[in-house]
């Protein structure tokens, strides 16, 4: 994580030392001493690595807390910076609540409290945390008999543990009602009972509780005996926002709440995943990735209201997501299809989509019309999803839809254009107005992204063979008026598969190891550059997926289980 400094004025001293062994505000956040031993680790939540443990006493400045309000950042005496549970520390939720919402990727910026600040006792807890009671009662959409009366927002899951490997009890519709006794420590899983008499867990996220819901209730382990009765009456009355109000084309109207955004500032990785489990989480700890990218194809029509339970299974498992989202290239040319598509993606930045993607690969004719192929055009696309999306949350961002990298058609063609052509073509038709992000991709290097020349292959001085190549070519393209962000980066690898299809033979000498580097690598030069804001690997989880388009070669899980990728970029 990259750290920026700021002085902080000698007054800090001063108050440190008259309030020791309290806590404090100060302008840019809030000094907090650990009440009982705890884990500083580098996310929200107990799967993130624990950097070091803090022992009774010791000061850590906070500046933000996480969307349910269970874990805040800080820094300690010592400098390092991590995630600790507030039931651990002298604060209350309120205090915590205070401070702005943020997430692993927001940039750090304050100095580290002095270690006269530290004290070998720590003031005791603002509260015990309660055991569960039927007789204690949680302000809340409703109650009964004690415990917090909900209802499901969406379709989850209610599962017999407090995560996604645990085992699908059964699923809940739009609407069940469920009594809360408790929560996990980072409060992204809930535990309940329905109508039935079925106990278990479902992602808080499915529930649209508020942050001080989630953290009225008591934390409790899987084995903590349930003692409430099953809801009556229906339903409860829905925490969360209402849903989209639909048009009578089904295509959503202008919404007006926005769930758990705050604005993306910093440079962070991530991974384009297929499994929404905890094998792929657990990779993605390891690796140190904050953003997941999920790629939806959108039918005129669609309702957005189903990508919720993406976004929230996303930000309950502590990351970002990224939708790209891709109409069809045979129903483009409908009468008001570019408007149906902007309402579209504006429901999923209404439902609190961190970034999204503007199409894919606009630029052939797999994706687009072919003899259409146009970047004014598409520019025109951008604009009206740049514009509705922004009438909704203005913290999504918009990221261009990625051209596929390539030299094939000298320029443009019925079939298609070649990425600079189309991306300059993007830049003189106003695109930079209409995007946060100019999105690209990188995914057919067979050597390190460092490398300027010499690749192997025919017409090796082509740009899109180099990683450096790529970022040059959109930066000449829209100079540094906007970061850039890679929709897709990867290596392709046969290693544990056996011989690539003709098409991708290119990468068949690529070894696991060499994938591993060139990925740590290309998201370090990324970093550094100054010019990029996102990189999201391709992929991470498509693993045993390889035929005449093999994906599980790109995938940084391979074959036997090993992740050498995640071990490279979290070291």
């Known amino acids: 994580m990259r750290l920026f400094k700021i002085t902080l004025s000698s007054l800090f001293l001063l108050f440190a030392l008259s309030f020791s062994g309290n806590l404090f505000a100060q302008e840019g956040g809030l000094l907090a001493q650990v009440a009982t031993s705890v884990s500083l680790r ?20 906070l500046d933000g807390h996480d969307p349910t309000g269970t874990w805040a950042r800080g820094i300690t005496s010592g400098g390092s910076v991590g995630w600790v549970a507030i039931s651990y520390l002298n604060v209350t939720s309120e205090q915590v609540i205070a401070l702005p919402q943020i997430w692993v990727d927001t940039p750090f910026s304050l100095s580290a409290p002095p270690t006269s600040a530290d004290t070998t006792v720590a003031a005791a807890p603002a509260a015990a945390t309660p055991e569960p009671s039927t007789s204690s009662s949680a302000s809340s959409g409703g109650s009964s008999g004690g415990g917090l009366l909900t209802s499901a927002t969406t379709t989850i899951n209610m599962r017999s543990g407090p995560g996604s490997t645990f085992e699908r009890l059964r699923s809940l ?10 929560r996990n420590t980072s409060g992204n899983w809930v535990r309940g009972i329905i109508a039935n008499g079925t106990v278990g867990w479902v992602s808080s996220g499915g529930l649209g509780l508020n942050l001080s819901q989630i953290t009225s209730l008591p934390i409790i382990s899987n084995d903590t005996p349930f003692v409430l009765a099953p ?35 910093g440079f962070a990785y991530g991974g384009h995943i297929r499994n929404f489990d905890g094998n792929t989480f657990n990779s993605m700890y390891r690796a140190g990735m904050t953003w997941i990218k999920v790629q939806i194809r959108y ?4 309702d957005p209201s189903g ?14 997501i990224l939708l790209g989202i891709v109409g ?27 970034a999204i993607e503007i199409w894919n690969e606009p630029n052939i004719d797999r994706e687009w019309p072919a003899g259409q192929i146009d970047p004014v055009r598409y520019t025109e696309l951008l604009r009206v999803s740049y514009n509705a999306i922004n009438a909704v949350n203005s913290n999504t961002m918009v990221i261009s839809g990625a051209p596929a990298p390539t030299g094939y058609f000298g320029g443009c063609s019925g079939g298609g254009c070649d990425d600079n052509s189309f991306v300059a073509g993007m830049a003189a038709a106003g695109a930079a107005n209409y995007l946060d992000c100019v999105g690209l991709h990188y995914n057919e290097g ?24 790529m970022i040059n070519t959109y930066t000449a393209a829209f100079g540094r008026s906007r970061p850039l962000c890679f929709t897709e980066l990867g290596f392709l690898s046969p290693e544990g598969y056996g011989s690539l299809p003709g098409g991708f033979a290119w990468a068949q000498s690529t070894t696991v190891s060499q994938q591993a580097a060139w990925l740590d690598s290309a998201v370090a030069l990324s970093r550094s550059s100054g010019r990029v804001r996102l990189v999201i690997v391709w992929n991470i989880d498509y693993t045993g997926v ?10 940084i899980i391979r074959p036997d289980g090993s992740c050498p990728a995640c071990d490279a970029l979290g070291s």
Request: charged share 10%; proline share 7%.
């Open 42 to 61: 580098a996310g929200p939540g107990t799967e993130w690595t624990r950097l070091e443990v803090l022992d009774a006493g010791r000061a850590i400045l």
């Open 173 to 182: 519709t739009r609407g069940t009602a469920i009594l809360l006794d408790g």
């Open 231 to 265: 809801p009556t009456g229906g339903a409860a009355p829905s925490t969360a926002a209402s849903a989209p109000a639909t048009t009578s084309n089904n295509t959503s109207a202008p919404i007006q709440a926005v769930v758990g955004t705050t604005p993306v500032t």
């Open 299 to 302: 039918y005129a029509g669609q």
């Open 307 to 320: 990508l919720s339970g993406f976004i929230n299974s996303a930000h309950s498992a502590g990351f970002r």
């Open 328 to 354: 069809v290239n045979t129903e483009l040319n409908n009468g008001g299809y570019f408007d149906q598509y902007a309402a579209y993606v504006a429901g999923a930045a209404g439902l609190g989509a961190d």
């Open 446 to 469: 067979i050597i390190p992204p460092n490398q300027t020349s010499g690749d192997p292959r025919g017409n090796s001085s082509h740009y899109s063979r180099y990683f450096w190549g």
């Open 546 to 555: 390889y035929g005449e388009d093999p994906m599980g070669g790109y995938a």
